[in-house]
């Protein structure tokens, strides 16, 4: 019987173990959006209320953040007022959350607040990630 429970908690620990080298290289995109001013509350609003929780519950999701453009201290600023920052485990897995029906569901609440749809999307790996 101890023997059992000893194999067990290996195993268990394994798991643990194998859990973050999955994880060791997220993906972060980046979207510069325009958004209508006359809308900006309403974007911030379903960004808040129904894309976030949305997001948060889909497999590989670790954060996502909705930046605005304070000023531009170097270089000309971006053709936008707000970055779109969302951050997975791996691209597998944000094109699973980019290709499901809650996704297409939630996304056009953002995006229908944008002055144009014609918006720059960036991909980075995260090479901090150990």
């Known amino acids: 019987m101890k023997r059992r429970t000893c194999l067990k ?11 973050p080298a999955a994880a060791a290289h997220p993906v972060v995109l980046h979207v510069d959006l325009a958004v209508d001013p006359a809308r900006e509350q309403e974007m911030l609003k379903n960004f808040r209320t129904v894309f976030r929780p949305a997001a948060a519950r889909q497999p590989g999701y670790i954060d996502v953040k909705m930046l ?3 000023t531009a201290i170097q270089g000309a600023p ?3 007022n707000y970055r779109f920052v969302l951050t ?3 691209e ?3 094109q699973k959350w980019v290709a499901s029906d809650v996704h297409k569901k939630v996304w056009p609440t953002v995006e229908n607040t ?6 720059t999307v960036l991909l980075y790996d995260d090479a901090t990630a150990v």
């Not at 908690?9 to 859990?19: D, P, Q, S, T």
């Open 9 to 19: 908690a290996m195993l268990a620990g394994a798991a643990v173990v194998a859990a």
């Open 68 to 70: 605005k453009l304070r």
């Open 78 to 80: 971006p053709a936008a």
């Open 88 to 90: 997975y485990e791996s």
């Open 92 to 94: 597998e897995l944000r």
């Open 114 to 119: 944008l002055q144009s749809k014609n918006y």
